[in-house]
């Protein structure tokens, strides 16, 4: 099983909450209203991938965290 590193551009992150109903073991949204990572291993990996491919804002960028390799834009 591939662990990954999430990470949310808050600056760029509109709170559509797509990547909430996507990956809901993996997305929620905080007190803003924005996407937070809440398990990053929550869901299966090509579930968060498609749940970043899905962001209207390409806010969410993911890595494999063994390698560092960016997956995800």
């Given at each position: 099983m591939r662990r990954l590193r999430?990470?949310?551009?808050?600056?760029?992150?509109v709170g559509s909450s797509i990547c909430v109903l996507t990956a809901p073991r993996t997305f929620a949204l905080n007190e803003h209203g924005q996407s937070?990572?809440?398990?990053?291993?929550g869901d299966p990996?090509?579930?968060?991938?498609e749940a970043a491919e899905g962001?209207?804002?390409m806010a969410?960028?993911?890595?494999d965290a063994d390698?560092?390799?960016?997956?995800?834009p």
């Open positions: 999430i990470e949310v551009d808050y600056h760029r992150c937070a990572v809440t398990d990053p291993e990996a090509e579930t968060v991938l962001c209207p804002t969410i960028t993911v890595f390698t560092g390799e960016q997956l995800f």
